[in-house]
C-alpha cells in the first residue's frame, strides 16, 4: 500500500510506498534516561509533570546493578534508570553526558525483523533480540544505535499482558500526584555536531525508512548571533518525528554548539508532548514549579492576528491568556498550534521538553523560532555560554 508523505515547507509530496516500509513502527513505546538518582527524578516527574506510578525494578524484584522507575501519562511512559554499582556503564553514561535520554523505544509488530532489516542496511547494534518473559507473557526486544550513544530499541509486545516489561512490578504509591493533561509525543528533536546533519538525515532514510517531511535552513532559523540547520524525518504512517539539528556559523555560540559541548556529544534535545487544552496544562505545569523560558516580546503577541491571517476566525483561545502564560502561535496553510518550551530540565543545559497543542498545523513552528532563539539567548547569556 502506497502513503503519501507531504512536505509542508515546499508543498512536496513523496510517495512511499509499501515495499520501502520495511521498518512498520506502531508508535514510541517508552523513552529511558539515564539519570543520577532515578527515585529523586521519578519524583520531580510526578510532582512537576502530572506523571503517574506505572511499575518498578530494583533489588527488590531481583535487579542487582540498577534501579528503574517506569511513570505514565496518556500514552507517553518514560523510564528513569540509575546504575547501583561504580563500574555500570549506566553510570559512565551519566558520568560522561550527565542526565539525558539513553533510548528511544519504538512499539514494533516483529523486533528479530525490524533488527534484521536495519542492520542489513547498515545500522551498529546494541542488542541482539533478546526474548524476556514472565507469567504475563513474553517480549521480544532487540537495539539499534543511532546518533551519538543514542539507542533505537525495537519492542515487540503483542504476546505480553502485563504492566510494562518482564522483571518489573507494578509501582503502588501512596503518593499520586493528577496528570495535567500530556497525551503523548509528538516529536523528538536530537542535536547532531557539525556538518553531521545530512549523514543522519541519509541514515535515517537509508536504514530506517524515514522520509525527510520539512528542512529548515541557517536562513529560517537564525537571530543577531546564532544559527541552525534542522531537517524533520518521518516514518511511513507519520507516528515518528525526528527533527535533527546541527549548528550553523553565527556571530556567538549557538543553543545546539552549547548542547554540544555540555552533553559531550550528540543526544536528544527536546521532547515535544501533545496536549488537548495548553492553558490547562501549562497553568498546572507553571504552579508546580515547571520553569518555561521567557515569554517573547510585547511586539510578537501585537503581530499575531496578521501571522494567523484566515485561521484567527478558528482561534478559540484569547491571546491575551496565551501571552499570559507565555504560550507562543505559529499557523501554516492547515491551521494553527500552541507551543511552549521548558528551561533544561537537569542541571546542564541540554534536554528540555515541549508542550505542543495542534489546530490543524503540522509544522513545528518555525514562525516562532526567531523569538524562541531569542529566548534561549537570554538564558545562554545568564549562564555565560553565549
Ligand atoms: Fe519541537
Do not use: C
Amino acid at each position: 500500500m502506497s502513503k503519501v508523505v507531504k512536505n509542508v515547507e515546499y508543498g512536496l509530496e513523496k510517495i512511499f510506498d509499501g515495499a520501502q516500509d520495511f521498518l512498520p513502527l506502531l508508535g514510541t513505546d517508552y523513552v529511558e534516561f539515564y539519570v543520577g538518582n532515578a527515585k529523586q527524578a521519578a519524583h520531580f516527574y510526578k510532582t512537576a509533570f502530572g506523571f503517574q506510578s506505572l511499575a518498578y525494578a530494583g533489588l527488590e524484584t531481583g535487579m542487582k546493578d540498577r534501579v528503574s522507575y517506569v511513570l505514565k501519562q496518556g500514552k507517553i511512559r518514560l523510564v528513569l534508570t540509575t546504575a547501583l554499582t561504580s563500574e555500570s556503564p549506566i553510570g559512565e553514561h551519566v558520568k560522561k553526558h550527565g542526565d539525558g535520554v539513553k533510548i528511544v523505544a519504538l512499539w514494533v509488530e516483529d523486533a528479530r525483523s525490524a533488527y534484521e532489516e536495519t542492520i542489513k542496511r547498515g545500522a551498529k547494534s546494541y542488542q541482539e533480540p533478546t526474548v524476556s518473559s514472565d507469567e504475563h507473557g513474553e517480549v521480544v526486544t532487540a537495539g539499534i544505535y543511532t546518533y551519538g550513544e543514542t539507542v533505537h530499541l525495537f519492542v515487540e509486545r503483542k504476546n505480553y499482558s502485563g504492566e510494562f516489561l518482564p522483571g518489573f512490578v507494578s509501582w503502588e504509591s501512596d503518593y499520586n500526584p493528577s496528570a495535567v493533561g500530556l497525551k503523548f509525543i509528538d516529536h523528538m528533536v536530537g542535536n547532531v555536531g557539525w556538518g553531521e546533519m545530512n549523514t543522519w538525515v541519509k541514515w535515517y532514510e537509508d536504514v530506517m525508512g524515514f522520509v525527510n517531511f520539512l528542512s529548515f535552513d541557517d536562513k529560517q532559523i537564525h537571530t543577531e548571533y546564532s544559527a541552525l540547520m534542522s531537517k524533520v524525518m518521518s516514518n511511513g504512517n507519520g507516528r515518528i518525528k525526528f527533527p535533527i539539528n546541527e549548528p550553523a556559523e553565527g556571530k556567538k555560540r549557538s543553543q545546539i554548539e552549547e548542547y554540544l559541548d555540555f552533553y559531550e556529544g550528540p543526544g536528544v534535545q527536546h521532547i515535544a508532548v501533545a496536549t488537548d487544552d495548553i492553558i490547562a496544562t501549562v497553568s498546572q505545569l507553571k504552579a508546580r514549579g515547571v520553569e518555561f523560558l521567557s515569554a517573547p516580546p510585547q511586539a510578537y503577541y501585537d503581530e499575531i492576528p496578521a501571522r494567523l491571517g484566515v485561521h484567527m476566525d478558528m482561534m478559540k483561545e484569547d491571546i491575551k491568556e496565551l501571552q499570559k502564560l507565555s504560550i507562543m502561535i505559529d499557523a501554516d496553510e492547515e491551521g494553527y498550534l500552541l507551543q511552549i518550551f521548558t528551561k533544561p530540565v537537569e542541571d546542564r543545559p541540554t534536554l528540555f521538553f515541549e508542550i505542543i497543542q495542534r489546530m490543524g498545523a503540522k509544522g513545528f513552528g518555525a514562525g516562532n523560532f526567531k523569538a524562541l532563539f531569542e529566548s534561549i539567548e537570554r538564558e545562554q547569556a545568564k549562564r555565560g555560554t553565549l
